[in-house]
């Protein structure tokens, strides 16, 4: 599966942002997915994952309550709604596939990755 992130932008502080994942091939609806983060100078971060039903998603705290993670499998597509946006959450925003059913928050349980999109918002 080939994965293709898009959506991110400048946005000021309060505003929302919706970026979605296109994945190519027959396989989107076997995989869990999940979209990791990475601020200058930082490691990648967990944000929110979706397992391959779309029945069981868990967000990193920094984000709950604000962030929604959804998929639609007739379309192969992952979506993250941000709401309410601050300036912490500038960072360029990758999505990633795994092969486990639900998932997980490490970079290692996922095995490819969209090239990311970037999100910057201002204060």
């Known amino acids: 599966v080939q994965l293709q992130a898009s959506g991110g932008g400048l946005v000021q502080a309060g505003g929302s942002l919706r970026p979605s994942c296109a994945a190519s091939?027959?396989?989107?609806?076997?995989?869990?997915m999940g979209w990791f983060r990475q601020a200058p100078g930082k490691e990648r971060e967990f944000v929110a994952r979706?397992?391959?039903?779309?029945?069981?998603?868990s967000y990193a705290n920094a984000v709950k309550g604000r962030f929604t993670i959804s998929r639609n499998n007739a379309d192969n597509t992952l979506i993250l709604q941000m709401n309410n946006l601050q300036p912490e959450d500038t960072a360029v925003y990758y999505c990633a596939a795994s092969r486990s059913g639900v998932g997980g928050v490490s970079v290692t349980d996922y095995f490819t990755w969209g090239q990311g999109t970037q999100v910057t918002v201002s204060s």
């Open positions: 979706i397992s391959s039903n779309g029945g069981i998603v």
């Open positions: 091939g027959r396989t989107f609806s076997t995989y869990a």
